[in-house]
């Protein structure tokens, strides 16, 4: 699962309210159902959950009304078992004296639960999660001993996971096995969650739990122990208050709000300083062999990065998907620089390419967002876009971010082969995003209803075909496809008639005279064509004008921005929530 959990133990305050508040702030990572479960004053633990956003389980259940001074909360994003009241967490024991809250996969559950069951225990749902509960039960029932139960039960789990549970004698505990896990400090509280953002909004001292990592944490304090069970400490460290800021302001959505933010936010990418970005460009410089890796978005900045690594610096880039690392690993020595891409930096794919990466000898560089991310903490060095939070689970500014990070890497290197001016960049897509209205109106007005889209282009274009067939399909639910416009001989030119909507990414430089023969091609069999260009053509049924570039790299930095909107103006029209689509979560930190 990509959820988001929370623990909270205070010596002041009830902490139900906060432990909705956090759920909320975090919401994005995954929401299809929300549960709570509080250590009232009798010392029994009570849960209550159901299906459904964070605002519509609390006035269903008033969670905010539950007692206690102890309590877990999750938001879930289904993996094991349906999206059902029994199968949202928390998750108690038989005797429900412990519940749990967990992020992640067991992937040996049912040879466990098999022999739970045979133990007696009883299971009231079908999460691979439960386990953990009446793991902990059967150790804690053998030992009265906290420590002693954690320590049995992470050394029979398999798989990913970050868990904590609630104890009816008022402590937290809590581990971590490659999913993220950090525990915020306060005067007068201790917060255990899946992402800073679960506490930021009252501490900014964090301690970041190292990978088989357990935290005891009562009312003495945290107490940190290896797997093996040998006491650790982990230092405190501060977190940037910005992150905090994450409502809204004038916008109905993060999505639109976030698009917006493109004005500053590719600026912002580019303040580095001054010794990491050194190491960060002399590493790349004198790699052998440099491969590129990312998930969804951040592969196609994967890829522009790749094929501007090449004109660049003269030398060969090669993208790898991250899923399909494993399998593309022969290349790989002491030689090779791993660049992985991330907004979250928690993607369980690009972890884990960069953990086999690491095993074969090769370095790790990283671009995340979440500069406190595994990812950023598992890099030799790491640099952060500065994007600040995106909640919108489409990425938008952070694809932008990255792009603008990776260009000026190579311009530094190259001696300005690139011309990336973020200036000059960030003005344009300011002139661009002034032109909102008009896409708006392309969709509402002159777009016919369309059950198909497809986008061309050459080049630095075909990896933003990719990106904006992939905002198309997640924030509009439309089938979309991003097609190499050489390919479309090859076989898409059959899937062209009347009823398709076709994007041309067009603009005059020298990959122009081809794409517009592609183009010609499906307005032939009847196609609508958009085109996406600094120059006019008949041919386009509608165009949507972007401004001339310096440079053909730089194209994609205000190509993808007419299609981000037009993706967000999509999905309003076809009434759905742009923030939160369906099936899919922020942090995809599951393989
Ligand atoms: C697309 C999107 C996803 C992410 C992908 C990788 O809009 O959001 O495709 O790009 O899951 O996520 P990060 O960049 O966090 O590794």
Request: net charge negative; with cysteine.
């Amino acid at each position: 699962m990509c959820c988001s959990i929370i623990g909270i133990i205070s010596s002041k305050n009830v902490v139900a309210p906060a432990l909705v508040d956090s759920l909320k702030r975090m919401e994005y990572r995954g929401y299809d159902s929300v549960g709570v479960a509080t250590l009232a004053t009798t010392n029994r633990i009570s849960v209550r959950k159901g299906i459904g956003k964070v605002n519509q389980v609390n006035s269903s259940l008033n969670l905010t009304e539950m007692e206690g001074f102890v309590g877990i909360g999750h938001s879930r994003w289904a993996t094991h078992g349906g999206v059902t009241d029994y199968n949202a967490h928390p998750h108690p024991c038989c005797t429900e004296d412990i519940a749990v809250v967990h992020n992640g996969i067991i992937e040996n559950y049912l040879p466990l639960k098999e022999e739970l069951v045979k133990k007696g225990h009883r299971f009231r749902s079908e999460t691979d999660t439960e386990v953990i509960a009446h793991l902990l039960e059967d150790h804690y029932n053998a030992s009265r001993d906290i420590k002693a139960a954690m320590l049995e039960t992470v050394s029979q789990l398999e798989g990913s996971y970050a868990f904590v549970a609630m104890f009816a004698n008022g402590s937290l505990a809590c581990a971590r096995l490659d999913e993220p896990l950090v525990i915020g400090v306060s005067d007068n509280a201790y917060y255990a969650s899946s992402d800073v953002l679960g506490f930021l909004q009252y501490t900014d001292q964090a301690m970041f739990l190292d990978n088989r990592d357990i935290a005891i944490i009562d009312r003495d304090g945290a107490h940190i122990f290896t797997f093996a069970g040998e006491p650790v400490t982990r230092g405190v460290t501060k977190v940037a208050w910005e992150l905090a800021d994450v409502n809204k302001g004038e916008f109905a959505h993060y999505t639109i709000k976030e698009i917006f933010e493109q004005r500053t936010s590719v600026k912002a990418a580019t303040y580095q300083e001054e010794h990491k970005i050194k190491v960060f460009c002399d590493t790349i410089a004198a790699a052998g062999n440099i491969i590129v890796t990312g998930s969804g978005t951040s592969y196609h900045t994967s890829l522009i990065t790749s094929m501007a690594g090449c004109r660049a610096l003269k030398k060969r880039f090669e993208p790898v998907m991250a899923s399909e690392f494993k399998y593309n690993m022969d290349s790989i020595d002491k030689d090779t620089v791993v660049l992985a891409i991330s907004q979250s930096g928690e993607t369980a794919d690009v972890l884990s390419a960069t953990k086999l990466a690491r095993a074969a000898g090769a370095k790790i560089l990283s671009i995340v967002n979440v500069s406190t991310s595994s990812l950023a903490r598992a890099a030799d060095v790491s640099l952060a876009i500065n994007s600040g939070p995106e909640i919108g689970v489409a990425a938008t500014k952070s694809f932008t971010g990255q792009v603008s990070l990776a260009y000026s890497v190579l311009d530094r290197i190259s001696g300005g082969r690139i011309g990336f001016d973020r200036d000059a960049v960030s003005d344009k897509i300011t002139k661009m995003l002034a032109g909102s209205a008009a896409i708006e109106r392309l969709v509402n007005v002159t777009m016919p209803k369309v059950n198909d889209i497809y986008l061309l282009g050459r080049s630095i274009h075909f990896p933003i075909a990719l990106e904006g067939a992939l905002k198309m399909k997640e924030l509009a639910y439309v089938h979309a496809e991003g097609i190499a416009a050489g390919e479309l001989k090859h076989g898409p030119l059959a899937l062209m008639d009347k009823n398709a909507v076709v994007f041309v990414l067009n603009p005059d430089d020298k990959t122009y005279g081809d794409t517009l023969s592609s183009a010609h091609e499906v307005k032939t069999r009847g196609a609508k064509i958009i085109g996406i260009s600094n120059v006019s053509n008949d041919i386009y049924d509608a165009m949507i004008e972007i401004p001339k570039m310096e440079n053909e790299l730089l194209y994609p930095l205000v190509e993808v921005i007419p299609l981000q909107l037009f993706s967000y103006y999509l999905a309003l029209r076809n009434n759905v929530d742009p923030d939160f689509p369906r099936n899919l979560a922020k942090s995809v930190t599951v393989k």
